[in-house]
């Protein structure tokens, strides 16, 4: 019976959200990352094809974070394996980060 809820459209606001989750983020990068580096993780993926270059500040625009929180987790999210390598590029102006 509940395999006919859930294909009614019955699934509820937190477990259709868990269910994005898993599968826009790899099960072993989601469990190895704060919510904030989860966060931040997933702003680089959905953006790397269009850029190769993010500042530290302009990601904590989008993100509603300062850009020191950026800063502070952003190492987390280039020492977990991910697909993503992420290079520290520039000081000039706040730090950009050089992701591939």
Not at 14 to 41: D, M, N
Request: net charge negative.
């Amino acid at each position: 019976m509940s395999s006919t809820a859930a294909s009614a459209g019955t699934e509820s606001p937190v477990e259709a959200e868990s269910s994005r989750e898993s599968e826009s983020v790899p099960e072993t990068v989601a469990g190895s990352l704060s919510e904030k580096q989860l966060r931040i993780y997933e702003h680089l993926r959905s953006n790397v094809d269009d850029r190769t270059y993010f500042k530290s500040r302009l990601i904590a625009e989008e993100l509603g974070l300062s850009a020191k929180e950026v800063g502070a987790n952003i190492r987390g999210v280039r020492e977990a394996e991910t697909d993503l390598t992420i290079e520290k590029w520039g000081y000039s102006s706040g730090t950009t980060w050089m992701v591939e």
